[in-house]
């Protein structure tokens, strides 16, 4: 079974600087897509940016951009710039290329922006 | 709609009872799933429908739990005699096809008392 594991149940980042938010995988497949979904107050989920397994380029959305390295299976998030808005709850997700696609979440990261 | 859209936003009932979740979906998207989020198990998932069918009930934590999903949009999700470990907020998602991201509506937060 596959498992996602954030060590950081809460970091906190002042207003425009760089924060990195960490995740881990683990799986025995080698096609799959991981997920950042950002989680406000309003509950709704929010698809942050995504990376699929057999791209070697890091994806970046904006001020968005990820550390993918597969070998070690570690799927880290950097914030740049962090804005009051970016504050929220951060969830890595892994998602199989097969069969019924269901997500598989870790446990979250909470994200405090410092004014 | 524009977005996902669940139904009620907060539910509050008393433990026995039977509530009914609605989800539904951003046109055109076949794929729909619920999951379930609460305190002590973080974001689980329960049941993946594509179209009306549902091929993975395997999240389903008991019998109590049901779905359905009638003309491949709006999908319930019914728990019956209602228990206080289901208080949680139940997520939706849907997707043009299980191959694509989806896309969460805000939940509705069930709480048993």
């Known amino acids: 079974a596959q498992t996602v594991t954030q060590s950081q149940p809460e970091m906190s980042v002042q207003e425009a600087e760089t924060v990195t938010l960490s995740c881990t995988y683990d799986t025995s497949e080698s096609d799959y897509y991981l997920f950042w979904y950002k989680q406000p107050p309003s509950r709704q989920m929010i698809l942050v940016i995504r990376q699929e397994a057999y791209k070697q380029q890091n994806a970046t959305e904006n001020r968005f951009s990820v550390n993918f390295q597969k070998a070690a299976k570690s799927f880290s998030l950097k914030i740049s710039d962090s804005q009051l808005g970016d504050a929220a709850m951060y969830f890595c997700?892994?998602?199989?290329?097969?069969?019924?696609?269901?997500?598989?979440f870790g446990t979250g990261t909470r994200l405090t922006i410092i004014p | 709609g524009a977005g996902v859209s669940q139904s009620p936003s907060n539910k509050v009932t008393e433990k026995g009872k039977d509530v009914e979740l609605r989800c539904d979906p951003i046109?055109?998207?076949?794929?729909l799933y619920w999951y379930r989020q609460s305190l002590g198990q973080g974001l689980e998932f329960l049941i993946y429908f594509q179209g009306n069918s549902a091929p993975d009930k395997s999240g389903l934590p008991s019998d109590r739990f049901s779905a359905e999903r009638t003309g491949g949009s709006v999908s319930t999700l019914t728990i019956q005699r209602t228990q206080q470990e289901d208080s949680a907020v139940y997520l939706c998602?849907?997707?043009?096809?299980?191959?694509?991201?989806?896309?969460f509506g805000d939940g509705t937060r069930l709480s048993i008392l």
């Open positions: 998602a849907s997707s043009f096809t299980g191959h694509q991201p989806q896309h």
């Open positions: 046109s055109g998207h076949t794929a």
């Open positions: 997700a892994y998602r199989a290329n097969f069969g019924n696609e269901k997500l598989t």
